[in-house]
Nanobody, 124 residues
Framework: QVQLVESGGGSVQAGGSLRLSCAAS????????MAWFRQAPGKEREGVAAHCSDTRTSYADSVKGRFTISKDNAKNTLYLQMSSLKPEDTAMYYC??????????????????WGQGTQVTVSS
């Protein structure tokens, strides 16, 4: 059974940094992709960053240059390093994993497994 467990969320002031982690168990997605999504109250869930096993990555325009996605294959853990945080980054952040090859996709329909989320709050 695949489990994705996020951690690292919290409250931070604008301009600050946070690192999110997503520990994957039961998932040997060495040929697939993992991604971070976020959902703010009243808004659709949106893709933030994706990472595939061929090291291909992609980012939403709103986070390019500020966020970095990476994966430690030995620990089967996905990370999202977030810097220069803005109040508009406030959301529940979710980790997701695919069952198919979806090259660095940021579409939520391309991902099958989801974590429970970790809250990120950025104050001005």
């Amino acid at each position: 059974q695949v489990q994705l467990v996020e951690s690292g969320g919290g409250s931070v002031q604008a301009g600050g940094s946070l690192r999110l982690s997503c520990a994957a168990s039961g998932y040997s997605g060495y040929s697939y992709c993992m991604a971070w999504f976020r959902q703010a109250p009243g808004k659709e869930r949106e893709g933030v960053a994706a990472h595939c096993s061929d090291t291909r990555t992609s980012y939403a325009d709103s986070v390019k240059g500020r966020f970095t996605i990476s994966k430690d294959n030995a620990k089967n853990t996905l990370y999202l390093q977030m810097s220069s945080l803005k109040p508009e980054d406030t959301a529940m952040y979710y980790c997701a994993a695919s069952r198919l090859w979806v090259p660095a996709s940021l579409r939520k329909s391309d991902y099958y497994y989801w974590g429970q989320g970790t809250q990120v709050t950025v104050s001005s």
